[in-house]
């Protein structure tokens, strides 16, 4: 694994010891930020099921201001400040072991929204949509805010999760990504078209 682009790049980054976190490929990570980025301007990211940090840290390194990082699993929570030591990012970060729902909790407390949330956990785990939904109903999604959601290909996620508007499903064999924005109010009123379509193998961005 390594950073891909920006500031960071080509920078090695280590595993999660173990079988239980499933690290984004290259090849998958390097489509997504072809899609939401590629590069950002400040802005403020979420990245709650870290692993090894690997979507926060490449959004950082593509200039984005801030990341959060939360994962319950305390070798995660140790990687993920190991990689951020050496791209040399700590200083753009906050790290929390916590579950993601308590931790969407506690975030609420500080008040502050995120304009990139990436949602990436085990494929066991099926309700991402009700933890975005959350997220929003909390306040924590900004205006235009981008959401991400790694997840098995057999699982179908809805095209509309509260003001997010699915924008982007793409298949790499075993894994899928949605990606939805935060519509405004006028938007919010408008028809949702069907959203684009990779083919299933495909690494077109």
């Given at each position: 694994?390594?950073?891909?682009?920006?500031?960071?790049?080509?920078?090695?980054?280590?595993?999660?010891?173990?079988?239980?976190?499933?690290?984004?490929?290259?090849?998958?990570?390097?489509?997504?930020?072809?899609?939401i980025?590629?590069?950002?301007?400040?802005?403020?990211v979420?990245?709650?099921?870290?692993?090894?940090?690997?979507?926060?840290?490449?959004?950082?390194?593509?200039?984005?201001?801030?990341a959060?990082?939360?994962?319950?699993?305390?070798?995660?929570?140790?990687?993920?400040?190991?990689?951020?030591?050496?791209?040399?990012?700590?200083?753009?970060?906050?790290?929390?072991?916590n579950?993601?729902?308590?931790?969407?909790?506690?975030?609420?407390?500080?008040?502050?929204?995120?304009?990139?949330?990436?949602?990436?956990?085990?494929?066991?785990?099926?309700?991402?949509?009700?933890?975005?939904?959350?997220?929003?109903?909390r306040?924590?999604?900004?205006?235009?805010?981008?959401?991400?959601i790694?997840?098995?290909a057999?699982?179908?996620?809805?095209?509309?999760?509260?003001?997010?508007?699915?924008?982007?499903?793409?298949a790499?064999?075993?894994?899928?990504?949605?990606?939805?924005?935060?519509?405004?109010?006028?938007?919010?009123?408008?028809?949702?078209?069907?959203?684009?379509?990779?083919?299933?193998?495909?690494?077109?961005?």
């Open positions: 694994m390594r950073v891909i682009s920006g500031q960071a790049k080509g920078r090695p980054l280590k595993a999660v010891p173990g079988n239980t976190t499933r690290p984004t490929t290259d090849k998958v990570k390097e489509a997504l930020f072809s899609m980025g590629p590069y950002f301007d400040g802005e403020r979420l990245d709650l099921f870290a692993g090894t940090g690997g979507l926060g840290i490449e959004a950082l390194s593509r200039g984005a201001g801030h959060v990082f939360v994962d319950a699993n305390p070798r995660s929570v140790e990687v993920v400040r190991r990689n951020l030591d050496a791209v040399k990012m700590a200083g753009q970060a906050e790290v929390y072991r579950d993601a729902r308590k931790a969407i909790k506690a975030l609420e407390r500080a008040g502050v929204p995120f304009d990139l949330i990436f949602l990436d956990p085990p494929y066991a785990m099926e309700d991402c949509d009700a933890l975005l939904l959350e997220l929003e109903e306040g924590l999604t900004a205006d235009g805010a981008v959401a991400v790694e997840h098995a057999r699982v179908d996620y809805p095209d509309r999760i509260g003001g997010f508007a699915r924008t982007r499903l793409s790499y064999g075993e894994t899928a990504l949605s990606i939805y924005r935060c519509r405004g109010e006028r938007e919010a009123s408008e028809p949702i078209s069907e959203p684009e379509q990779t083919p299933e193998g495909g690494t077109e961005p």
